[in-house]
């Protein structure tokens, strides 16, 4: 066997792990017991146990090359600003994964891959992880977003992941389908463009026209109002590029934070 293909050999076969999307919207979900949080809770509660956590965030950002985080203990990132002391408290000390962040550099044949040892977790990961897997034992790499390629690139570049899901790897990408900073209007109903973009990409994803999606989030007009920067927009791309004709879709979290940051999420299994 060729060594290009040692480190994914290596994993164990297991049966294929479900992959989910995940808005995870304010960093305080961290922290606070609302709708969100709990839902996330019951969502790892219901989950077989994974043997790694691959996750996208939109908070991982390069621009010509795209990292996976190969070292055994990520950090906690606390990337934002102006918010409660208890915030900035939390740690999510989970081992990292550089077997299977390895086994991903080499399945990717459409785009070069390079290891990373400098990144960790940042909140688009530990914030959702710390409510589904508290316990921080399920060992953890992040993938990053680079901005360079275009959706549909990001698209291809996920299909070469799928593999992974028999390999006891659960997917994530986490970000949020309508994500405008600003426009935020707490207490204030969702604007008819954000809950236009919203049901687009459901009937989309609904209909599995997952090719559809990677084009929707570059088609201006309401696409642009929901996302003025990209970043939100594109870890969608993973979950559906990693999924398989069998899986069923169940959207959970559907409402909008704030009238601009729709919290829909969803699980393929």
């Known amino acids: 066997m060729s060594a290009l293909n040692d480190a994914f ?4 076969a297991t049966p294929r792990m479900p992959a989910l999307f995940v808005g995870h919207g304010n960093p305080m979900n961290a922290i606070e017991d ?30 010509g090359a795209t990292l996976a985080h190969v070292g055994a203990r ?16 939390q740690q999510y000390p989970a081992p990292g994964a550089p077997d299977v962040a390895t086994a991903a550099i080499e399945l990717v044949r459409s785009s070069h891959l390079e290891p990373d040892t400098e990144w960790g977790l940042d909140h688009g990961a530990w914030s ?38 028999e390999k006891g790897v659960l997917v994530i990408g986490s ?21 236009q973009f919203d049901d ?10 997952f090719a559809g999606v990677a084009q929707a989030g570059s088609s201006g ?33 559907t409402s909008f934070d704030m009238a601009s940051i729709s919290m829909r999420s969803f699980v393929l299994s």
């Open 34 to 63: 609302n709708a969100y949080s709990r839902a996330w809770r019951a969502l790892g509660d219901s989950l077989p146990a994974p043997a790694a956590i691959l996750c996208v965030s939109a908070h991982w950002m390069t621009r």
């Open 221 to 253: 007009g309401v696409a642009r109002l929901s996302h003025p920067t990209p970043e939100h927009f594109l870890p969608v791309l993973f979950p559906l590029g990693v999924a398989a004709p069998s899986d069923e879709i169940r959207f959970f979290n």
């Open 175 to 195: 970000g949020n389908l309508v994500h405008n900073l600003r426009a935020l209007a707490p207490g204030a109903p969702v604007y008819d463009w954000a809950q």
């Open 9 to 12: 050999s290596r994993l164990p």
């Open 74 to 89: 990520p950090k906690t990132i606390h990337d934002f600003g102006g918010f409660p002391a208890e915030l900035y408290a």
């Open 128 to 165: 959702v992880l710390i409510r589904m897997f508290p316990k921080a034992d399920v060992p953890v790499f992040q993938l990053s977003l680079d901005l360079s390629k275009s959706p549909a690139a990001l698209f291809e570049l996920a299909r070469e992941l799928a593999p992974l899901r």
């Open 200 to 209: 687009k990409l459901t009937q989309l994803i609904e209909n599995r026209d």
